[in-house]
């Protein structure tokens, strides 16, 4: 079946380094690729995705590359902020599946000032 | 324009009891989506819910039902409940984007711990 996998956390930086939270997957098809961030008691929020390969999405700073070659969606980021901290999730929705997602178990990113 | 607002916030239940959460979707959405989170780990997929009907589910037993209404909100239902049921319960609406693609949105989640 689909599958996430994602580095693991806790990943600790100090503020205005370069973040980058590894991320491949496993499905059948070609699916879209979903980065989510959780800030602490909160919900999840899409922060970008791609829906095919060689597309890159971006947001607030961050870019992901959808690799289909190697099947990776890595998520960059240039200079993080304190207000940066939060679990990233990697996710992927099958075509054909009305959008269901499958999440891989999240990397906690803590920066420091 | 609200998002997707869910209710209770929290909630504390014995076990053997049985439990009812409720999402609003975004206004617009038409599709809800339930989702497990246990501490620690990604969210698991319980079941979707599209003109009043479970489209699909994933791995969860009979134990957790659901119900979508006229107005698309959702209710999740969880009997019998176990400890390991404690965990924040997320509702994601959606809809039919271009090219049979779709964009889910969280709510906030209900914490539920069993005692």
């Known amino acids: 079946g689909d599958s996430v996998t994602q580095m693991e956390g806790p990943v600790t930086l100090s503020e205005e380094a370069f973040l980058t939270i590894n991320c491949t997957y496993t499905?059948?098809?070609?699916?879209?690729l979903f980065w989510y961030v959780q800030y602490p008691g909160e919900g999840l929020q899409l922060l970008l995705k791609?829906?095919?390969?060689?597309d890159k999405g971006s947001n607030k700073g961050f870019e992901a590359t959808y690799r289909k070659e190697t099947t990776s969606f890595h998520l960059e980021k240039g200079s993080v902020q304190v207000s940066d901290s939060a679990v990233y999730f990697c996710?992927?929705?099958?075509?054909?599946?009305?959008?269901?997602?499958?999440f891989g178990a999240g990397t906690q990113v803590v920066v420091t000032p | 324009d609200a998002g997707v607002t869910q209710s209770p916030t929290h909630l504390i239940k014995t076990r053997g009891q049985q439990v009812t959460l409720r999402c609003s979707p975004k206004?617009?959405?038409?599709?809800v989506s339930w989702y497990q989170q246990a501490l620690g780990q990604g969210p698991q997929f319980i079941f979707q819910?599209?003109?009043?009907?479970?489209?699909q589910r994933g791995n969860f037993p009979d134990r957790f039902s659901g119900h979508q209404f006229p107005n698309y909100s959702s209710e999740l239902n969880v009997n019998a409940l176990l400890l390991g049921d404690s965990a924040l319960y997320l509702c994601?609406?959606?809809?039919?984007?271009?090219?049979?693609?779709?964009?889910?949105?969280f709510g906030p989640g209900t914490r539920l711990t069993v005692t």
């Open positions: 994601a609406s959606s809809w039919q984007l271009a090219g049979n693609s779709y964009e889910q949105y």
């Open positions: 499905a059948t098809g070609y699916p879209s």
């Open positions: 791609a829906t095919k390969a060689d």
């Open positions: 996710a992927l929705s099958d075509r054909g599946s009305w959008g269901k997602l499958q």
């Open positions: 206004s617009g959405h038409d599709t």
């Open positions: 819910y599209y003109e009043e009907e479970e489209r």
